[in-house]
C-alpha cells in the first residue's frame, strides 16, 4: 500500500539538506506552509537556494528562514515589500543573492521545468534590464527573451485537502504556486489542513494529481503551537 | 490650476472600460477603478494571484486571508468567478485574454514605453511582480498617474529616463489633467481637463502634442 | 449584462468562414463537439484548417467534415485508425494536407499559443523524420527541438456543463484538449450538455474560466436528431 | 524452440514494475502488462488522455464512452484516480514524472534507439500519437516485443532501420525469447527464456550480446 503521509513536518523534510534548492508555495502569507518552513529552520541546514514569489512577509514563512540565516540566494518577483525587513537587512549587508524575475516568467520557467520543456521564448521583460545578456528573437513580429526553465530539489507547499495517494486540492488563493512547483521539484512536500481517505476526493475536482507529490504532512489549523512545543520539549 | 482628484481620474478610467471586458487593475491608484465601475455592466476583474470575477472588499470581520488580490488586500469573489493557479493566470495575462490592464507609472513615453517597476537608484531594492507581464500582456494597456512629479516634471515624456518595464505597450494614459493617447508616432491628448488648455499641457510636458478630440473631461 | 449563450448550434458557428483554422476538442469521440461540427457542415464553408487529435472516427464529427470535403489541412497526432476511412481516401487522393504532429508537442504548441510563448524547446521527436527541418538546441546534456504555437480562429469543443459567463467544466476523459483549445482559439465555442444558472458552478473546480469562451450553446444529450429535423425542415 | 505467449511475456514485465510506480502502458500488446499486476501492489497506471489510476475493463453494459483509454477502449477509474487535461498529461510524460513506459516496437537497436510508430513504406499513412512523446519522456522506456518477424528477422538490430520514434531511449527489451538491456554501450542478456541459450540468442540477433545475469524467466 502507498501511503505518502508523514507523521510529523519533521519528518517530512527531513532530508533536505545544504546547499539544496527549495521552491516555497505563497503569494504574501496565502499557501505559504509555514509549519514546513517552521520545521527547516529547526534542521540545522544553510545555503539554500529559494524559489518563492517574495521574499518574506514580517517574521514567519520565508521571512523566518531568512532572519535565521539559512538562505544563500532567492529567485523571487517581488522581494521589496513593507514588511520584508528580514531580507532588507541581509540583502543590503551583501548576505543574501536576488534573481529577480518577472512573475508571469518565474510562473512560465516553473511550469516549463514541471512539463519538461528545455527552454522558453517568452515576451516578458524584452527591452528591459531583467533581460539584459539574454538571447532575443523576434517571432512572428513580437520580440521574446529566451527563459530557461527552474528545477528545485525540493517544494513546500500548502493545500486544503490531500488524500495518502498525494492528490490535492487548494482552496481560493492559497492555490497560487503550488500546483505548478509540485510539478517541478524532485520531491513536493504539501501541508494539508486535512488528510482525507483515499477516494474522498472527487476525480474530476484533484487540482494536483498525486503523482507530482512525494510527501503529504496534516497540519490542522491551530495545532501549530502544539506542534512546536512537542518538538522542543 | 484645477485638477482631478483621484476618485474622479479612477471614475474617468472606469468610464472607458466596456461591459464585458476583462480587467487587470495594476497595485495602487488603479485599484481605485473598482470602486466606480457602474454596477449594472458586468465587468471581470482578474487577478493575477489566481482570481477572476474579483468583487468588492469584505465587510469588517469577513476578511479571508487566504482570498487576497495582487496587492494582498483581502477581497471578495462574484458568483461565477472562479481560482486558478499562477501559470494559468499569466496566460490568461501573457496570452492576450486580458482586454484591458490598468497600471500606474513613474513615466510614460510618447511612443507607449512604460516604467514603473524601478526608480533606477543604485541603492534600491528591485521589485517587479507582475508589472512587465501585464504591460505587455493585456490587449490594451492604460497608465492612470499624476502628469507632473511632486517637483513639477512631466512624467509623459520623450524617452523615459527610468528602467523600463515594457516597450511600446502603453496606448492610453489618464491624467489628473488630460488624456492622452500614446503609440503609433507620438502622443496627443485625447480629453482635455476643464480649465486646462492644449498650450498649458504641451508647456507642462515640454512636448509637441497633437490633438484627438475637443471633449472635456467632467 | 453578459450572456454568451447561443440559442443553437447554427447561431454560434455562423461567423466560421472559409479558410478558418478550426480546432475541435475530442480524443477519439470521447469531447468531440458533433452537433457543433454538424452545424458547421450545413454552413457551405470549406477550405478549413482542423487541429484535432485524429483524423475522424466512422462516419460523424471531423470525419463527417472530411467526408464533405470541407478539409483543406489537418494537423494531428494520430490521423491513420481502423475506422478513418473517410481521411485516408482524401489524403491518397492528394486532397488533404497532413502535418503530423506529436501528441505531447500538439498539446504543447496549442498550451503554447493560449499561454502566449513565442516558441519552445521540446525534446519529443529529436533526431526523427517529424523534426526534419527544425532548429534544435543541447540544452543541460539533453536535446531538444524549436516548436511553435497553433493558434487557431475558432476552437470547437464539448464540456459537460456551463454557464453565461463561459465557465466550464468537462466529464471524464473527454476533458483531453479542451482545456487548452479553450485557450488558444480567438473565439471558442463550447457545447455543454447542461446550461447551468450562473453561481451554481464551484469557483474551485471551474477547470476553464469563462475568459477563455466565446460562446455557449446547450446541447441536450439525445436532443441531436430533433435539431437536426429542425434545421432541415 | 520454447517461446513466451503474450500472456507470459505480460506477467514478466509485470513483475519487473514496483509498488508505487508511475506507469503507461502503450497501445496493443503493452496494455496486457495491466493484467498481470498483482492486486496487492499499488500501482499507478497513466492513460496520456487524461487519467491517472486507470482501472480494469468495465463490466459488459457499463462502458461509459467518456472514459476510454489511449487505444479508445473503454477503461475504468480506481477510487483515488483523476482526471486531467492533455497538456498536463503530456508535462507528466515530458517532464520526467512517469517512471516507467511500455511499449511496442519494430525495432530496437542496442544503444537504445526506438522505432514503433512507421514502417517507412511510402505509401503508409503516418501516424504518431504519442509515441514519440512517450518513448523519451519516461524514466525508463521498457520494450515489450516478439523477437523476431514473422519471416524470422531479428528487431533488435544494431541499427534501426525503420524511422526512429525517440534516440537511446530504451533501457529494456522483453522478447518471447529473452530479456536484454539496451544502451550505454550495447546490448546484453538479462535473463534466458528456459531452452534459449545465450547463443541461440547471438544467432538469431546476429549481435555480440553481452550478458548480466545467469536469470531463467519462469
Chains 1, 3 share one sequence.
Not at chain 1, 81 to 99: N, P, T, V, W
Not at chain 1, 198 to 203: F, Q, T
Not at chain 2, 196 to 216: F, I
Request: glycine content about 12%; overall charge negative; hydrophobic content about 45%.
Amino acid at each position: 500500500m502507498i501511503d505518502k503521509a508523514a507523521v510529523s513536518a519533521e519528518v517530512a523534510v527531513a532530508d533536505i539538506s545544504d546547499g539544496a534548492s527549495v521552491m516555497i508555495g505563497g503569494f504574501g502569507t496565502a499557501g505559504m506552509p509555514d509549519e514546513l518552513i517552521d520545521a527547516l529552520i529547526r534542521r540545522d541546514v544553510g545555503d539554500l537556494t529559494i524559489i518563492n514569489n517574495n521574499a518574506g512577509n514580517g517574521e514567519t514563512g520565508v521571512a523566518a528562514l531568512i532572519a535565521a540565516g539559512r538562505v544563500r540566494k532567492i529567485i523571487c518577483s517581488f522581494p521589496r515589500q513593507s514588511d520584508s525587513h528580514h531580507f532588507d537587512a541581509r540583502y543590503r549587508a551583501g548576505e543574501i543573492e536576488l534573481e529577480l524575475v518577472p512573475q508571469g516568467n518565474l510562473a512560465a520557467r516553473i511550469h516549463a521545468a514541471g512539463a519538461g520543456l528545455g527552454a522558453i521564448f517568452t515576451p516578458t521583460g524584452f527591452g528591459t534590464l531583467l533581460a539584459q545578456g539574454k538571447e532575443t528573437r523576434r517571432i512572428d513580429g513580437r520580440d521574446h527573451v529566451l527563459e530557461y526553465p527552474i528545477h528545485a530539489d525540493f517544494a513546500l507547499i500548502k493545500a486544503s485537502k490531500g488524500d495518502r495517494w498525494g492528490n490535492l486540492v487548494y482552496r481560493k488563493t492559497a492555490r497560487n504556486f503550488g500546483p505548478i512547483m509540485a510539478m517541478a521539484a524532485r520531491t513536493t512536500i504539501a501541508q494539508v489542513s486535512e488528510l482525507v481517505p483515499l477516494g474522498s476526493l472527487d476525480p474530476e475536482v484533484v487540482v494536483t494529481p498525486g503523482i507530482f507529490v512525494q510527501r503529504v504532512v496534516e497540519i490542522t489549523p491551530g495545532a501549530a503551537i502544539a506542534d512546536l512545543d512537542a518538538a522542543t520539549a | 490650476m484645477k485638477r482631478l482628484d483621484r476618485d474622479q481620474m479612477a471614475a474617468r478610467v472606469a468610464r472607458d472600460i466596456p461591459e464585458g471586458s476583462y480587467v487587470n487593475l495594476g497595485i495602487g491608484l488603479p485599484t481605485k477603478v473598482a470602486d466606480h465601475l457602474p454596477r449594472n455592466r458586468e465587468i471581470f476583474l482578474q487577478s493575477e494571484n489566481g482570481l477572476l470575477g474579483m468583487g468588492p472588499a469584505p465587510a469588517l470581520g469577513e476578511e479571508d486571508p487566504e482570498l487576497i488580490n495582487a496587492g494582498k488586500q483581502p477581497v471578495t469573489l462574484l458568483s461565477g468567478g472562479c481560482y486558478f493557479h499562477h501559470a494559468d493566470s499569466f496566460a490568461m495575462m501573457r496570452g492576450g485574454h486580458i482586454d484591458i490592464c490598468v497600471l500606474g507609472a513613474f513615466q510614460v513615453s510618447v511612443n507607449g514605453d512604460l516604467a514603473n517597476w524601478h526608480t533606477g537608484e543604485p541603492d534600491a531594492i528591485p521589485a517587479v511582480g507582475g508589472a512587465m507581464d501585464l504591460a505587455i500582456g493585456a490587449r490594451q494597456t492604460f497608465v492612470m498617474m499624476e502628469l507632473l512629479t511632486r517637483r513639477g516634471q512631466s512624467k509623459l515624456v520623450e524617452t523615459c529616463t527610468y528602467p523600463l518595464t515594457g516597450l511600446a505597450c502603453v496606448s492610453r494614459v489618464y491624467t489628473d489633467l488630460g488624456i492622452f493617447s500614446v503609440g503609433g508616432g507620438g502622443a496627443s491628448v485625447v480629453e482635455l481637463v476643464e480649465g486646462v488648455s492644449l498650450d498649458d499641457l504641451r508647456q507642462m510636458t515640454g512636448l509637441s502634442l497633437g490633438r484627438c478630440g475637443v471633449a472635456y473631461t467632467s
